[in-house]
């Protein structure tokens, strides 16, 4: 009997490893607990070995083909005046800007597509239980399905509450105080095809990056000992990004004028995980 391997999550890590499962004879599900596939996201740069996998799935061209465009790093002042300046890599040389950039889902979109016959994916769904025996584990979904799988992998993110599955009592996540907000704005004329990287004082840093979807990709990092903002509402996150960024120049009020009740926004922490 084929032995079934359960992947939980389906950004990047998750359908790669379906990727090579289903092709080594296996029965792969893989779970997620968004409605469908996520599509947002920001850049990914694939460098060494990621190139390597990617080009014995035959996708190394695809993905290419499908990149941001990014031309390089430009760290700017307040003027946009470039202070320092380094050009996107060519696949040996690899600066800031790598050679293969591509947005997040874009790219799990790709690995989606090449999934093999023996992989199904399962949206709107999440693990909630796990009994290990010797011959397999039990499963038991938030949808309530109870199934046996001969494997399980969770390949999904920092803050899932998939690890405490896998290592009860074990696991311990720790914030580290930088938080960063990604979001979407619209393209503009002084967006000219880099990344350009703005430093202000306070430990706060403001990034805007092309993409090949003809909008601009923008992040805002800062310090902070409160927690919560990866949970905060998206009226609250405003709120916060707004009296933290204030004061701050460049191409700041432009993204903060950007942003609205109905903004897509996403807001993670930097953290060390221990297990």
């Known amino acids: 009997m084929t032995e079934r391997v359960l992947v939980t999550g389906a950004s990047i890590a998750g359908p790669t490893v379906a990727y090579w499962l289903d092709r080594a004879g296996y029965d792969v599900v893989v779970v997620e607990r968004s409605p469908q596939l996520r599509l947002g996201g920001q850049n990914i740069d694939v460098r060494g070995s990621g190139r390597e996998v990617l080009r014995r799935m035959g996708l190394e061209q695809t993905l290419l083909a499908n990149g941001t465009t990014e031309k390089g790093t430009r760290f700017v002042d307040d003027s946009d005046a470039t202070i320092a300046a380094f050009p996107a890599g060519d696949g040996s040389h690899d600066g800031p800007t790598a050679e293969m950039e591509i947005l997040r889902g874009e790219f799990a979109r790709i690995l989606v597509e090449s999934a093999g016959p023996r992989t199904e994916y399962r949206y709107g769904d999440r ?5 290990q025996d010797a011959d397999g584990v039990d499963v038991t979904f938030a949808s309530n399905a109870a199934e046996r799988f001969d494997l399980v992998l969770f390949a999904d993110g920092i803050r899932s509450s998939s ?113």
Request: without cysteine; proline residues 7%; aromatic residues 12%.
């Open 127 to 131: 693990v909630v239980d796990v009994a």
């Open 163 to 275: 690890r405490e599955l896998a290592f009860p009592a074990e696991a311990e996540t720790t914030p580290v105080g930088l938080y960063t907000a990604y979001g979407v704005v619209p393209k503009g004329p002084s967006d000219d095809g880099w990344w350009r990287w703005y430093n202000a004082p306070g430990s706060r840093v403001a990034n805007l990056r092309p993409d090949n979807l003809g909008t601009t990709r923008f992040s805002l990092s800062w310090v902070s000992d409160d927690g919560g903002y990866e949970t905060a509402s998206t009226e609250e996150v405003v709120a916060a990004l707004r009296a933290t960024f204030a004061d701050v120049g460049w191409e700041v009020p432009r993204i903060l004028n950007s942003l609205g009740p109905d903004s897509e926004l996403y807001v993670d922490y930097l953290a060390q995980v221990q297990a």
